[in-house]
T-cell receptor, first 113, second 114 residues
Framework: GAGVSQTPSNKVTEKGKYVELRCDPI?????LYWYRQSLGQGPEFLIY????????DSGLPNDRFFAVRPEGSVSTLKIQRTERGDSAVYLC???????????FGPGTRLTVL | GQQLNQSPQSMFIQEGEDVSMNCTSS?????WLWYKQDPGEGPVLLIA?????ELTSNGRLTAQFGITRKDSFLNISASIPSDVGIYFC??????????????FGKGTLLTVNP
């Protein structure tokens, strides 16, 4: 497809479970970003990849959160031992280069019961 | 985390009216952006501003980058029902910080009554 895609669109899980959220960036985009959007708030930065490496993971809230991008394209955000406070929309964005326009995917709505 | 100060929080207007929203920050940004988000979708870029004092238009939308680089406003003229949504300002390239991280406001929810 032409845009950023994210799967699943919705994920409901129980407290303590492990979840993986997937992002397919726009083809050829080297930069990839994860943001988290809580209800009634704007998106907040989590992590930035340039190619395969996480260049900035300063926004990850704690060590239960981890993200990978092994081949420099698809990225997976992994959350261990989920907590109710992790419930939010997780947005992925990609850009051609670091300072270029960021294009967002539709997000994954995560609900932790 | 830090978020920009965006106002108003919500607006309810009649079709055809003009609307204005603004955003302020305690930090200087090199770029200001305005996004629109529809339900179940990610934010979509409307206007990007790169120079202090810059005034940019995109159809019925006009935005300005404040001289101090700490504020911006967005105007929508002659509103139509499809303008409904949440509008976010975002700063990029914070002075002394990264040149890629977007810092968002909390959004302005716009409702247009036909």
């Amino acid at each position: 497809g032409a845009g950023v895609s994210q799967t699943p669109s919705n994920k409901v899980t129980e407290k303590g479970k492990y979840v993986e959220l997937r992002c397919d960036p726009i083809s050829g985009h080297t930069a990839l970003y994860w943001y988290r959007q809580s209800l009634g708030q704007g998106p907040e930065f989590l992590i930035y990849f340039q190619g395969t490496g996480a260049a900035d993971d300063s926004g990850l809230p704690n060590d239960r959160f981890f993200a990978v991008r092994p081949e420099g394209s698809v990225s997976t955000l992994k959350i261990q031992r989920t907590e109710r406070g992790d419930s939010a929309v997780y947005l992925c964005a990609s850009s051609a280069g670091t300072e270029d326009t960021q294009y967002f995917g539709p997000g994954t709505r995560l609900t932790v019961l | 985390g830090q978020q920009l100060n965006q106002s108003p929080q919500s607006m309810f207007i009649q079709e055809g009216e003009d609307v204005s929203m603004n955003c302020t920050s305690s930090s200087i940004f090199n770029t200001w952006l305005w996004y629109k988000q529809d339900p179940g979708e990610g934010p979509v870029l409307l206007i990007a501003l790169y120079k202090a004092g810059e005034l940019t238009s995109n159809g019925r939308l006009t935005a300005q980058f404040g001289i101090t680089r700490k504020d911006s406003f967005l105007n929508i003229s002659a509103s139509i029902p499809s303008d409904v949504g949440i509008y976010f300002c975002a700063g990029q390239g914070q002075s002394g910080g990264s040149n890629y991280k977007l810092t968002f406001g909390k959004g302005t929810l716009l409702t247009v009554n036909p």
